[in-house]
């Protein structure tokens, strides 16, 4: 019977020659001299230093004593490490990772040959030892403990430290497949060593001070404050990783029949509960849909006719739901138009008007405040109302822009990842249940992101281009607020010299928008937005930075030029990124978005809908599960429904539950995603 081998079982021989020394080096010219000559001195001659951004002669130092020096720029502890584990010969099996400041005891070095036959992962413990405590200040000592303390809650193995110095065997590393390039770094090799089964050992090592330089974390509060932070959220991401494994294994098991009979079951039990002060009762039909809705996304793929079965049956269950009020704004102003009405020019409350109401006028809500819907919508607002001002023909004509996106992901990606949009709860209240037109915008959105985005790369003929510029010109003349990605189009033409196509591009972005304006429009007004409406000016719900903001600065609830002016610079920032081609339209448009949303002083649910064709490319959890806590806001209508005198403010917990998955999830795809690696400059 053949033995089973531990797959980071040692060779016959282990020799010096077979390690690898690794530090992360910036300014340190001060000790790291003597560090090299330490390391030198017990036979270890395989030394890299990678410089990270030193300004004081550390690489030189290095470069004189015999070690390998590679420089990263780009600061960070974690993407010095990965740096340096580039390209490292063959012969290597271990790496040891130490400190250049000068406080790791380097003559204990001894102490961690003499484990490698039995172990694959040795660490030193400052904390085991007197002068290794007494070193340590007691943030580090409290932050130490605080997290080897969470690493056993929630892993089961509890370290003593989080130490620099360490020796682990080159084929564990490249397993881990490590992607922090901060301060997490040594957080998550210890976890992933837990989680991959690894022998650990920790050794009582001494510590010192450093002996010269600056600290770049301990030294300061606000250093260490940061460090704590990077750790924590970093521990937070890898059991969050742990946990969607576990629900993946689960999802597996579930039939797609019974995730998607889940969602339909949900939308048919939200579909009674449209009134504002059923929340309570609503909250249960989400959860159930929302069940099935997790399940899907690490289950098995359904067949198309499952797919579809559930995407349709769970839209027209929805259908007969109450619709939110903004969809009495709908049919009101195309009814007017087609009457001979502009609805820019007249408020639904105005007295011209009131021979026109009708039965269902009182529902308008803002009666005091004239059209805010861009043109285009209001001309698709003044079509459906000439076949009826009814409210399942809205419904209709929204559901069947929703489905079309459907088609148009499914057959970019596939069923199984297209589940995210259309077995989403969000979705499915949004524009099914509600009545909101939003997917009337997304449509011609994801056919601007497809056209700019073709499946294969290469060279995009100018054909294509025009076309999506035209879709996203479509989609802002229906929704203002995807007109700044024009300038994601229009600037890598500019940057290139290409007049004639850069005139084009803006023309074709901006003709939906003035040919659907001009019906609305003279030559001395264009009442397009009522910019001097106090509701337009100074309306807040469920913000996110705006509501931070007021609780520092009280007088931002009646300024928006400071979102404005936020908002501008990282939308010119995602521009300048386009001209670079460091990112496609998809990812832009979703980077563009959630700035939008986070900086945004008036947040409604269904905006989040605007996100969700994004994350099928991208996966990003935040979207997937802010598509859930987003019914959250709904704490809102529940409060003016059923407490007397109640304003429309958010209560803290109700808007933490809404932001903090979403903001989570931003922070997770951030580790997920590591900025590419050019290769090495060596000395």
Known sequence: MPTQVHPFLPRPSTTLDQVLVLIPVRNEAATLGAVLQALQAQGLWQIRVVDNGSTDGSAQIAVAAGAEVIREPRMGYGQACWTGLQGIPETVEWVLFCDGDGSDDLGQLADFWALQADYDFILGDRRATPGGRATLTPVQNFGNGLATQLMGWGWGHRYGDLGPLRLIRRSALEAMQMRDRGFG???????????????????????????????????TLSGCVQAGIIILSTLAMLYGQRLGRQWQAIAQAIPPWL?????????????????????????????????????????????????WGVAIAARLVLLPMLPNSDIWRYLWEGHIQNLGFSPYDIAPNATVLEPLRTAWWFRINHADVSAIYPPL????????????????????????????????????????????????PLILYSFAGRGHYDSWFILPLVLAWFALEPRHSGSQPARSLLWGTLMLGISTAIKWVSLPLLGVILWPCIRQHQWRLSALVLLTGLLPLLLSAAPFCQLNACPLVPIDSGFVANGRSAELIPYILRLLWPASQQANWPYVLAFGGIALGLILRAGKGAMGFGAIAQSYFLALLCLSPIIHLWYFTWLVPFAIASGHLGIRWVSLSAFAYLILPYQQATLPNANWAMPLPARLILWLPLLVGIIGQWHRSPQPQPPNANL
């Not at 969602?263 to 509960?273: D, E």
């Not at 309570?280 to 098995?300: H, K, N, Q, T």
């Not at 809205?394 to 057959?411: E, G, H, I, S």
């Open 185 to 219: 770094w040594t957080v998550e090799m210890q976890v992933h060593a837990v989680e991959q089964g690894l022998r650990i050992a920790e050794i009582p090592v001494n510590y010192r001070l450093r002996q010269g330089g600056e600290s770049k974390i301990s030294g």
């Open 259 to 307: 995730s998607g009979g889940l969602v339909v079951l949900g939308s048919l039990v939200m579909m009674p509960f449209g009134r504002s002060e059923q929340v309570l009762e609503l909250w249960g039909g989400v959860a159930i849909a929302g069940l099935g809705f997790g399940l899907s996304w690490g289950g098995r793929s359904p067949s198309q006719v499952g797919f």
């Open 377 to 424: 919508t209001q001309l698709g607002f003044r079509l459906l109302a000439s076949l009826g001002p009814s409210v399942l023909v809205f419904k209709l004509a929204f559901v069947a822009a929703d489905l079309a996106v459907c088609a148009l992901l499914c057959r970019r990606f596939g069923t199984h990842r297209t589940l995210i949009y259309a077995w989403n």
